[in-house]
């Protein structure tokens, strides 16, 4: 979950100006947006970039990978770049993160309270202990200071060097927290915590302890507040359970245990139960008035599905749930993707009230918790799965000669694939197909009530890549939510009942998806990545001011960057 503040009616990030603007076009000649382009640059040798970090006086700061040696086992480097308002490059360094003649790992670069920071971590094998180090890095030249503050530090061998730090950073990103587990524990549940401000001065730090037995609660996820209070949710098992179960009754509720800067107390534990219902996904904000906003999703089957959503607030000093509200999606939402028959065995199934064959939905993951200015909530959820699939190369099969499961005649065998390996005595590989679908989004009213409910019809299937160019970026612009993902043509075709399975690439159409206040729902095509020359990555693309959005294309090595202004 990110971390930055997102607010319905105000976005408060640097501006950008644009250029050699393109009108988009619709079908109700609406023009939402203009596209502006940069010049085309070309990317370093073995680099790839990670991400735009932030944004600053009208332009950006980006985090880009350079892997030396072989990949996999040879040196990352990080290297900053600064692109101004006109999506120029100004400024690009590559940073050396030895220490003492040895290597350091890159944790990541954030942006703190306006100052900009690399964070490293070292192992020292000498003291078997592994340190995270933050470092600023000087906006005008990118150059690392001299000085390192270390911010983290745990005992244990870690000849591997793996990364054992977590960090969580406050929604107006003046704090920041580091949480890691101590692995030589005993029951496994303690482990520090430590908050710092924007000039990584220690706020306060504590070796903690869960308040549950071994193996007994798994984190879902951290926060930590704008006053620099931690919060701490996750799942804990009942009474001889240690897993989620499919069926029946739920053997596991979720939980919050918070951590507060002043309080003598040395935990607070807020429990979050709902009877009879599996919550199926859930995350929560702290509200500036120290209220715990909780909101997710349900099932009343099992552990995996979602027939509704969720919604409650806990008063942080009565632990009180108030608030409460569950809601089942509409029959229609849920049967969207169905076939005729489907749908008319799912209204049966719902008119008899059996349960176990009612529809839901599946596959859903939580990506965001926007908190409105009234109190309310926007859930925003996309479907993703990865499915694996063997292919045999052996043309007589392996379960019944030439016509068994694995021969040459199944259609997702090959005669030969250089990339195979010997298994069970015959050539076979895994293919994993990375697949992003509908995306889904709730607007729920300050009293958990469901305003409405938007499905965003989406499907994207790519093989062996991680689904580089699959998924959405996002922007809030005034009262209206834009969605932007990669696009098969035909599925912008209105008289199409039935989306078609796109793979993104240098034929997607990139569109953008209009939710207005009332949930209503528009798509315009934006434009053809094949005319810019480029297949654009949404999972980089970052909302950089009120009304503008870069956006990021690439070809091999070519690269350019572009920023979509809203009207």
Not at 221 to 245: F, L, P, S
């Amino acid at each position: 979950m990110r971390n930055i503040r997102f607010n319905l009616w105000l976005i408060f990030w640097g501006l950008m100006v644009t250029a050699n603007a393109q009108q988009v076009a619709s079908e109700d000649n609406r023009t939402p947006a203009t596209v502006v382009w940069s010049e085309e640059y070309q990317e370093p040798s073995n680099t790839e970039i990670q991400k735009i970090v932030a944004t600053e006086g009208g332009g950006f700061y980006a985090l880009r990978l350079h892997q030396s040696g072989l990949v996999g086992g040879g040196k990352q480097k990080p290297i900053i770049e600064y692109y101004n308002s006109r999506m120029k490059l100004v400024r690009s360094r590559e940073l050396d993160l030895e220490y003492k003649g040895k290597e350091r790992f890159l944790k990541d670069v954030v942006m703190v309270d306006g100052r900009l920071w690399v964070l490293t971590y070292f192992y020292n094998e000498k003291h078997e202990k592994t340190y995270l180090f933050a470092q600023e890095v000087n906006k005008n030249t990118l150059n690392l200071a001299k000085d390192m503050v270390k911010i983290g530090e745990q005992d244990e061998t870690n000849r591997e060097r793996q990364d054992v730090f977590s960090l969580s950073q406050s929604r107006d990103s003046s704090k920041i927290v580091i949480f890691n587990r101590q692995p030589n524990s005993k029951d496994g549940q303690s482990f520090s915590i430590a908050v710092f401000d924007g000039d990584f001065n220690e706020l306060w730090a504590r070796d903690a302890k869960l308040p549950y037995g071994k193996n007994k609660f798994g984190v879902e996820d951290y926060q930590v507040d704008n006053k620099g209070n931690v919060y701490i949710m996750g799942i804990i098992y009942t009474e001889g359970a240690n897993r989620k179960e499919r069926r029946g009754k739920p053997t596991y509720q979720y939980d919050i245990v918070a951590y507060m800067k002043d309080s003598t107390i040395d935990v607070q534990e807020y429990k979050i139960g709902l009877k009879d219902k599996f919550v199926t996904d859930l995350t929560f904000r702290i509200a500036d008035d120290g209220e715990i906003v909780c909101a997710g999703f349900y099932s009343e089957k099992d552990a995996k599905g979602m027939k509704g959503s969720c919604f409650f607030k806990i008063n942080p000093r009565t632990k009180d749930m108030t608030s409460i509200s569950t809601r089942e999606f509409d029959f229609n939402f849920v049967t969207a993707n169905l076939s005729e028959r489907s749908k008319q065995q799912a209204k049966a199934a719902t008119e008899k009230g059996d349960k176990d064959r009612e529809p839901e939905l599946f596959d859903y993951s939580l990506d965001k918790l926007i908190m409105r200015s009234d109190g309310g909530v926007i859930l925003i959820a996309e479907q993703y799965y990865i499915e694996e699939r063997l292919l045999n190369n052996n043309p007589y099969g392996t379960y019944g000669g030439l016509y068994g499961y694995n021969s040459w005649y199944n259609p997702y065998s090959s005669w030969y694939d250089p990339y195979g390996y010997r298994y069970n005595r015959s050539n076979r590989r895994a293919d994993y197909y990375f697949n992003y679908n509908d995306i889904i989004v709730v607007n729920i009213q300050p009293d958990g009530e469901i305003a409405w409910a938007t499905r965003i019809p989406k499907r994207q299937v790519s093989v062996n890549d991680g689904g580089t160019y699959s998924s959405y970026a996002m922007s809030i612009v005034a009262d209206k939510l834009y969605f932007a993902y990669n696009e098969n043509p035909k599925n912008l075709d209105p008289s199409r009942t039935k989306t078609v399975a796109e793979t993104p690439d240098r034929y997607s159409i990139v569109t953008l998806a209009e939710v207005s206040r009332d949930g209503s729902l528009k798509r315009y095509p934006m434009f053809s990545n094949r005319d810019k020359g480029v297949v654009t990555r949404p999972k980089i693309c970052r909302q950089v001011g009120r009304r503008d959005m870069a956006v990021y294309g690439e070809n091999g090595r070519s690269y350019r960057f572009g920023v979509l202004s809203f009207d």
